[in-house]
């Protein structure tokens, strides 16, 4: 078992250290570097001004001297100065974090929430109208693509019927720390957070389901029956203890989902999260912040990984056996 | 036998007709689940609606701009209204549809043989090689897929359609590699691959002519949903403005116009139409896609 | 001269363990075994389920990696060939599959699949190669029309026929037959098998036939090796091993061939609680302390034993 979570925590190493190669590359490759932006609003500058600011940056170092100062700042949270915003990139994530991250939280908790109720039901009551309605829902979830659903749901609640806000974080007028200041966060997170969640159950239901059906019919079920256990507690007490434990390993697995959704969601309610920040950034060009940012989200699915490989090998030993 | 030639030809479509092909098993599902085979005819209407509309609709007036024509609600003459750019919206859409569902099923073959070649050798050798391979697999899985592909657009030089058709393909075949390489994994234990290799045929040719067939009707499964799901991620990503090159318009190219929270309330008729036809494609896709998926599998079929 | 001589031929699969998968112990799966084989003679690898006799049969092939020994095959060492000059005897060396489901594959007619050696091998126009299939399907005892169809419109038999013409395509000399019935109903078991005798005469063939049924391997075979755990106890002709069994291990194998004589039941369960006793008694003759046995020794010109 242990050896399992070390081996299995020391193959995200070199995971990450390929991840961190990988986007020096890419930032290398991107257009402008720390220098052009520092300058961008001086346009007298002279190339040898611009030369000798070069060579004290380091830019004209092999690539290797580079990126090994680059990685020893990042992983002391040091990514550099943003030019567009003019202040260093950690301090501008910093700003956002929390909003992507509560957004992303309170997705997961909604999808869970709808779920995992409605996996049971369908599970459990097969080919009844529920199960048969539920299965329809499903399907419909997982053939709409996230932006049109996002999209349409904003046109419908925001702007037909006017429910809620048609965008933004918070209501700017509203102090901070004051309890109007919570519902406004509320209001606004809403929308957002069941558009993409209505849509994101498509996999815990289906998972869900499929497994109660398997397990329905499997030998220690019958044995259970066959004692004269009551219906109810054959799901309580038997099947769900089974087949609900790999549903919160998954939760590691879905930050992937979730970064992606929060790209387009955040863009489509205007709301100020990381990813917003993310193609505010790359439209201005701003590659620092787009590095960082690329990186934090990397590393993110990473340790999510890891955490639900953890999690699954000690809910199911067998996986374990590799 | 008088005419022996003619004897093989009956004995060969004879044979055909005692052991249907994966396509006759699929079309016999489709014909029995009502909702399969309307989606299938609702999306061979739009679909050909959408290839064959250059034969009513010109497509050079589509790209002209007439700036006495902007912002027009939908009128007879201009079905669905016109943009900013007096360029009627319903033209627009056929072209993108054909432009989206073209793009689409490029990137889910590219990908599929990216997927289906990485998982048949990951699969059909197993051991070290196979170790190796699923260790990088598992380290493209967990990069962030989507952030990858934008920077990869912003950055490509002389991008156009065909370099995104590449970067597109080139981050979605990981799923497939898996799914490939788990039944190859199985399928490389059955005796037919052992005798293949007694019998002097080469490893690429058992991979592709001996064990690819057995594994078709998975591909063709997991082609089909993936189809609807390529063309979802292409609309979004040209929606965020990631996605085709401007002279190339797509149903995110339309969609996109819902950018400006103006447009999204008043003249909801330039992106709504293409929001809802990308809905409906989606749907329709992925209920034929069902109906394959059950054609594979013997115990599920309805039919 | 003979066709095939097997010299301590071993295959050992490493057993990983550890925190650096480092690689602990061996499983020895064939553990040093040497035979030979005389041409058009049928030689018979018989012991129970794991004891390595299929294992063999693949490292002679090339499906396994042979460890360590020597397989010269008409004086060569196919142990030690490389990839491309291996493939040169593959026409010589062809094999019959346990399984004549899994062995053919489903989604080809007999004419493809009894054509693949040939498509490898020799350059034939498809009418040709068309005649050449049809000729092997009538060999084997199938209408030469089915060649359209799909193998699974056969029976089990039936399968296992269009198995054997594919091998027979190369006109190989010896032909490994790994439990070439055990998966057929008994009734078909002596047809195929009696075909196969039929087809050594014509072919000039030579069978090493691996089998768990000692019936069966009587009936086949020439001569006999009988394995246990990845060794040879005993190696003797046919009547040698079936009349005059002197390892333990062969002795019990005899014993416990099923007596279709009622009258005679009882004799055989006393002969059982014998042989039982022998092998509690002088298992030190047989096994070593590490419960490995012995090297064979000859006790006679084609009778070994692997006894102290």
């Not at chain 2, 479509?13 to 009502?34: C, G, V, Y």
């Not at chain 2, 190796?132 to 899985?141: A, G, K, N, Q, S």
């Not at chain 2, 981050?171 to 002097?200: H, V």
């Not at chain 3, 026929?161 to 395509?169: D, K, T």
């Amino acid at each position: 078992m242990l050896k399992f979570i070390l081996r299995r925590t020391l193959l995200m190493i070199p995971q990450l250290i390929l991840l961190s190669l990988i986007i020096f590359m890419l930032a290398k490759a991107m257009p402008g570097d720390a220098v052009t932006g520092a300058f961008m609003g001086n346009p007298d500058a002279t190339p040898e001004q611009i030369e000798k600011i070069r060579e004290k940056f380091g830019l004209n170092d092999p690539w290797y001297q580079q990126y090994g100062r680059w990685i020893g700042k990042a992983v002391k949270g040091d990514f550099g100065q943003s030019y567009t915003h003019q202040q260093p990139v950690t301090t501008l994530i910093a700003g956002r974090v929390e909003n992507t991250v509560l957004l992303s939280l309170f997705t997961a908790i909604m999808i869970y929430l709808m779920a995992i109720p409605l996996g049971i039901i369908a599970g459990r009551w097969t080919d009844t109208w529920a199960d048969k309605m539920i299965v329809t829902y499903n399907y419909f979830a997982f053939a709409t693509p996230l932006f049109v659903f996002a999209l349409l749901m904003l046109f419908l609640f925001s702007f037909v019927l006017g429910w809620f806000p048609i965008g933004g974080t918070v209501d700017i007028r509203i102090e901070t720390g004051t309890w109007d200041y919570v519902v406004s966060r509320a209001k606004h997170l809403f929308l957002p957070v069941m558009s993409a969640a209505l849509i994101g159950t498509y996999a815990t239901i289906q998972y869900l389901r499929n497994d109660i059906i398997d397990q329905k019919i499997k030998d220690y079920v019958k044995t259970a029956r066959a004692k004269g256990v009551p219906e109810g507690k054959v799901y309580t007490r038997h099947i769900l203890r089974n087949s609900l434990l790999p549903i919160a390993a998954f939760l590691g697995y879905e930050i992937t989902g979730l970064i992606g959704g929060s790209i387009f969601i955040e863009s489509i309610f205007s709301y100020q999260g990381l990813g917003q920040l993310f193609l505010q950034s790359i439209n201005l060009r701003d590659f620092t912040v787009v590095t960082a940012l690329v990186m934090i989200f990397g590393t993110a699915t990473i340790v999510g990984t890891l955490l639900s490989d953890i999690i699954l090998s000690i809910v199911d030993p067998r996986i374990r056996i590799e | 036998m008088k005419n022996p030639v003619l004897d093989e030809k009956q004995l060969i479509a004879q044979e055909k007709l005692n052991n249907p092909s994966f396509m006759r098993t699929i079309w016999r599902e489709i014909k029995h689940d009502k909702m399969a085979l309307g989606s299938l005819i609702l999306l061979i209407i739009i679909l050909s609606t959408a290839y064959l509309s250059p034969l009513f609709i010109d497509n050079a007036a589509l790209t002209r701009v007439n700036f006495l024509n902007t912002w027009k609600p939908p009128s007879a003459t201009n079905w669905l209204g016109t943009d900013d750019g007096g360029r009627d919206v319903f033209g627009q859409l056929m072209l993108g549809a054909r432009n989206s569902f073209t793009i689409g099923i490029a990137v889910t073959v590219l990908a599929g043989l990216i997927g289906l070649t990485y998982g048949l050798i990951s699969g059909f050798y197993g051991g070290a090689i196979d170790n190796v391979m699923m260790r990088i697999l598992e380290f493209l899985m967990v990069l962030p897929t989507l952030m990858f592909i934008i920077v990869f657009v912003t950055i490509v030089p002389n991008y156009n359609v065909f370099t995104f058709i590449l970067i597109m393909s080139a981050f979605y075949w990981f799923g497939k590699a898996r799914l490939i390489r788990s039944r190859a994994l199985q399928e490389r234990e059955l005796d037919y691959i052992n005798a293949s290799k007694t019998l002097g045929t080469p490893s690429w040719k058992i991979m592709f002519f001996e064990m690819f067939p057995n594994l078709s009707s998975l591909v063709i499964v997991n082609m089909t949903l993936s189809l609807a799901g390529n063309i979802g991620i292409e609309t979004g990503l040209t929606f965020l403005g990631f996605g085709l090159p401007a002279g190339t318009p797509s149903l995110g190219t339309l969609i996109s116009f819902a950018r400006n929270p103006d447009i999204v309330q008043n003249k909801w008729w330039v992106w709504l139409p293409a929001a809802l036809l990308i809905l409906v494609m989606m749907l329709c896709i992925n209920y034929v896609g069902q109906a394959v998926k059950r054609a594979s599998d013997a115990r599920q079929r309805l039919a | 001269m003979s066709l095939l001589t097997v010299n301590d031929l071993k295959v050992h699969y490493p057993i990983r363990g550890g925190f650096f998968r480092k690689v602990v112990d061996h499983v020895r799966a064939v553990d040093g075994i040497s035979f030979e084989l005389q041409p058009g003679e049928t030689y018979g690898l018989v012991g129970e389920s794991g004891c390595g006799k299929t294992t063999s049969g693949r490292a002679l092939i090339g499906l396994n990696k042979a460890t360590s020994g020597e397989m010269l095959f008409e004086g060569k060492d196919l142990a030690k060939m490389g990839k491309a000059e291996r493939r040169g005897y593959t026409k010589d060396i062809q094999m019959i599959f346990q399984d004549p489901y899994s062995s053919l594959n489903g989604r080809k007619n007999v004419l493809s699949i009894i054509a693949e050696p040939l498509r490898n091998f020799e350059r034939l126009s498809p009418k040709e190669e068309l005649l050449r299939v049809q000729e092997l399907v009538a060999r084997v005892g199938l209408n030469p029309e089915s060649i359209y169809k799909y193998p699974h419109q056969f029976s089990g038999g039936q399968r296992q026929r269009i198995g054997i013409a594919r091998a027979l395509a190369l006109n190989p000399k010896l032909i490994i037959a790994d439990e070439p019935v055990s998966a057929l109903d008994v009734s078909v078991q002596a047809q195929v098998l009696n075909f196969m005798q039929e087809i050594q005469k014509e072919f000039d063939l030579t069978y090493l036939f691996i089998s768990h049924d000692l019936g069966i391997i009587q009936h086949m075979c020439d001569r006999i090796g009988i394995m246990y755990r990845g060794r040879f106890v005993e190696e003797g002709t046919a009547s040698e091993i079936y009349n005059n069994p002197q390892h333990v291990y062969t002795k019990r194998l005899i014993a416990a061939i099923p007596e279709m004589n009622p009258e005679k039941r009882f004799e055989k369960m006393h002969l059982r609680q014998s042989i039982n006793e022998e092998y509690q008694t002088e298992y030190n003759n047989y096994f070593d302390k590490d419960g490995r046995m012995f090297d064979l020794k000859k006790i006679s010109d084609s009778h070994s034993v692997a006894m102290q």
